[in-house]
């Protein structure tokens, strides 16, 4: 295999798509020397078939706003690679949601999925629809029409959706309502992130960030180093950043900073129990501003519009928002700043330049495939659960994702292991992944 000419080639056959080509770049540049060990890999061009989605489903979704107003948008589906499982990855509901972001998504989600030692190919999907001030009834009404067109692409083991960034458990209680009376049928397992109630699971909803907070205690111990005391900043507000703090703040560590569109809020005395709650209400608000935390505790939190959490000193680094959200520049802050170690929660939340100065000058990272796949586990777990009609308790739920996510480290180790004993975890989590989705590939034939 040679990157460059198969990257060439897929840069001629898909232009313009950045996010995309950025990601099979990453991949491909990591597993090279493995893959060429592999001649039956070669011969089945394993590469050029992973690198390409199964299918992808585009379709129009037409709803009516609270002004009566008809509004169209576009959705999709990307069922990328089902050889370890039935398609399984989020939706994700934002403005910037284009064909490029959602197969960077899936091709990642490929790979995060196999690590998870959970049968579960990768998939992403979700549209162009802005939930930022839309009210209660017009998302219940475009969640409703999205469904109408997703419906029949998907299934308990066929397809599997989730939430992303801009769908929580309300919309995916939207999102199964419509489900379920199109297919006339209550299958809970179609969708996971469901409401407790109803076939959720415990823990679901703070999955991405306690399994992110996990394997970054994994990396730390591994280091010699420890959590507890330790500043950390993190970026965003929804649930991937409530999970975090919640979990940092569980651990020991100090969460410093929070960071949203509008800006940033640095929490000198370190981020309270009452101040992660509402982190709850700012997401739900749709209003989109981490300005609203320091309004909420002004003794205790300080906004600055327009700077980043990279801005306030640390420790360490959380992603935790959107992707290419840390960039070069950004990173130089950071270790200038006294940060150590960052670690992306955010699907590709690192720029490439910020990714290579991180490891060039001595500082600890992870990529997000490692380092969030707590979220998909768990959804792993809630499918299980749905499948046994039975729930377990929080206890099991938290023993079970600290042990994937042990896991997950480990074979970041095992791969990513240099000759002179220093561990690059991105080659180890590609490499992980890879090898578990290319060996499913070979041994079910050329199709």
């Not at 950025?22 to 050029?48: C, D, G, M, R, T």
């Not at 008809?70 to 398609?87: C, E, H, K, M």
């Not at 469904?147 to 397809?159: A, S």
């Not at 990513?416 to 989590?429: E, F, N, R």
Request: proline residues 4%; glycine residues 10%.
């Amino acid at each position: 295999m040679k990157t460059a000419e198969i990257m060439a080639n897929l840069a001629a056959k898909h232009p313009g798509e950045n996010e995309y080509l950025q990601a099979v770049q990453e991949v491909l540049e990591s597993i090279e020397e493995v893959y060429n060990q592999h001649p039956e890999f070669e011969k089945a061009k394993i590469v050029e078939r992973m690198v390409e989605p199964d299918r992808i489903f585009t379709f129009r979704v037409t709803w009516v706003d609270d002004k009566g107003e008809v509004q169209t948008n576009l959705g999709y589906r990307i069922q990328f690679n089902s050889a370890i499982g039935p398609y399984k990855g989020g939706l994700r509901f934002h403005k910037a949601v284009v064909p490029s972001m959602l197969k960077f998504l899936g091709f990642e989600q490929t790979f995060k999925n196999a690590l998870t030692t959970l049968p579960m190919g990768g998939a992403k999907g979700g549209s162009d629809f802005d939930p930022v001030g839309k009210s209660n009834d017009e998302i219940m009404r475009f969640c409703q029409a999205f469904m109408t067109e997703l419906w029949q692409c998907i299934g308990p083991d066929q397809d599997i959706p989730a939430g992303d960034v801009g769908v929580g458990g309300r919309e995916i209680g939207f999102l199964y309502g419509m489900y379920k009376k199109l297919a006339r049928e209550y299958n809970t397992g179609v969708l996971t992130g469901k409401g407790a109630t109803w076939g959720g699971s415990i823990l679901r909803p703070e999955a991405t960030g306690f399994g992110a907070l996990y394997f970054t205690q994994h990396l730390l111990q591994t280091a010699g180093k420890d959590i507890v005391g330790k500043k950390v900043a993190l970026s965003g507000f929804g649930n991937v950043a409530w999970g975090a703090a919640t979990k940092a703040k569980e651990l020991g560590a100090k969460v410093v900073a929070i960071s949203g569109p509008d800006g940033v809020c640095e929490i000198p005395d370190g981020i309270t129990d009452e101040m992660i709650a509402y982190m709850l209400d700012m997401r739900a608000s749709n209003r989109n501003k981490v300005e609203d935390m320091a309004t909420k505790f002004p003794e205790k939190a300080k906004f600055t519009a327009g700077k980043k959490a990279w801005s306030i000193p640390c420790d360490i680094a959380l992603p935790c928002a959107f992707q290419n959200e840390l960039s070069e520049d950004d990173a130089k802050e950071l270790q200038a700043n006294g940060c150590w170690c960052c670690c992306e929660v955010s699907n590709m939340g690192c720029q490439p330049g910020a990714i290579h100065y991180f490891q060039n000058n001595g500082i600890l990272f992870a990529p997000g495939k490692a380092v969030n796949a707590g979220g998909v586990a768990t959804s792993g777990l809630e499918m299980t659960q749905n499948a046994s009609h039975i729930s377990w308790s929080a206890k099991e739920v938290d023993d079970k994702l600290h042990f994937i996510m042990q896991s997950i480290h480990e074979q970041c180790v095992k791969y990513g292991t240099q000759p002179d004993g220093h561990i690059d975890y991105v080659k180890g989590a590609n490499i992980a992944g890879f090898m578990k989705v290319a060996t499913a590939m070979l041994e079910q034939g050329i199709i």
